[in-house]
Each structure stands twice: as C-alpha cells, then as structure tokens.
C-alpha cells in the first residue's frame, strides 16, 4: 500500500472504524458533558478515527496538531527496503534508527516534547477545557508517555505500542500526581547503559 498510496493519506479499514466506534462510546461515557479539548494528528485516519468517536461537537474544541504525526519512514516506500530497514531498526534500536528518508524516534521525541510544551502553555488559560483527548499513533503515543514520565530509552524500547483504537489515560492522583491507568504491554526487561532516577 505504502509503495503507491503516502501514510499520511490512508483511511481507516472497516475494522479501524469500528474499533474507533468502540473507544468513541467509551471516551463519551468518561467524559459526560465536560467540555474536551482535542489534538488530533494531520492524517486522514486519524481524522477519521475522531469522526468515529462521535463526540459532541458542543464540547469539544479540535486543533489539528502536525507534531502528533506518526513517525516519518520517507516518501514512498519499497517493500523489500522498509523490510530491510527495519531489520537495522530493530538491530540498532528504535528510539535512535533512524529511516533513511525519515524519522528517527528521537527526532518525533523532540516534536512530541515541542508539543508538550505548548499544551501546558495552554493550560494557563483560565477557560481551557477540563479534559485533554490526544488522537495520534501508537510510537507518538508512547513517545508522549515517556516525556510526561521521563523515562529513559531502555524503558521506551522495552515497551510495545498499543492497538489500533488502544487508549491510554493519565490520570490525576490525590498526590498531585498522574499516572497511565494501565501500562503499556512489555516485550522484554529494560537494558539500561547505567544508573538513572
């Protein structure tokens, strides 16, 4: 699909619209009638996935958000080398590998980061919404998670990205503190370089 069609314009499968169907009637429940502010990726099935929540558009203010993108692997793209590819990436890691025409994990890091720091720029405002929906792609996501918490990049590549329509919420604590209502699946133990914390 990739070799003929760019990501940034491939649409949701039936499948996708229904799992983003199934998160929408979750994501409605949680948020009853507060107001959301939403962030949404540039991509057309991310996009669509927000469509599909079917959210009430009197609560919801929607910002088109590029640094949410997913992660840059070049233009188009020939099957053989996005095998070969990521074959190195896996070899060499997914945080540092970084596409030959594309993106490396660090580099989506540093716009995630970028990003972050404009939503709590935002958060100063006194009318700004009591809730924050972020609809991007699984590393995005991941990537978002690891800034919040500042965890190092033996734990980021030690952890799987979610499935398609997967949420993930932080969650405020009576400490002051949030945490992710649920971890993230882990496919192996963190190999850290050294000491960090």
């Known amino acids: 699909m990739y070799e003929r069609e760019p990501d940034h ?13 199934a998160t929408g009637e979750r994501l409605r429940a949680l948020f009853g009638g507060e107001r959301v502010s939403v962030y949404v990726s540039p991509y057309r099935r991310t996009h669509e996935t927000l469509r599909a929540f079917h959210l009430d558009t009197g ?3 929607v910002r088109e958000e590029p640094r949410l993108r997913e992660q840059d692997w070049g233009n188009w793209q020939d099957r053989d080398d996005v095998r070969l590819q990521k074959s190195y ?23 995630v980061g970028g990003f972050l720091e404009s939503l709590f720029r935002s958060f100063e405002d006194p009318d700004h ?4 929906l ?4 699984g590393l995005a996501m991941r990537l978002f998670c690891m ?24 969650v405020l604590g009576d400490d002051g503190k ?3 209502d649920r971890p993230f699946d882990r496919w192996r133990d963190p190999e850290p370089y050294g000491i960090s914390g």
Not at 9 to 21: K, N, P, Y
Not at 95 to 101: E, I, K, L, P, W
Not at 134 to 137: L, P, Q, W
């Open 134 to 137: 972020i609809v991007t792609h």
């Open 9 to 21: 314009a491939l649409g949701l499968t039936e499948r996708g619209r229904r799992q983003a169907e």
């Open 59 to 61: 609560l919801i203010r």
């Open 147 to 170: 800034r919040w918490f500042h965890w190092t990049v033996a734990e980021f590549e030690s952890l799987s990205n979610p499935g398609n329509g997967e949420v993930r919420m932080l």
């Open 178 to 180: 949030y945490t992710l």
């Open 129 to 132: 919404p009591p809730n924050v």
């Open 89 to 111: 990436r896996d070899a060499y890691g997914h945080f540092f590998y970084r596409f030959a025409q594309g993106e490396s994990g660090a580099d989506v890091y540093d716009r």
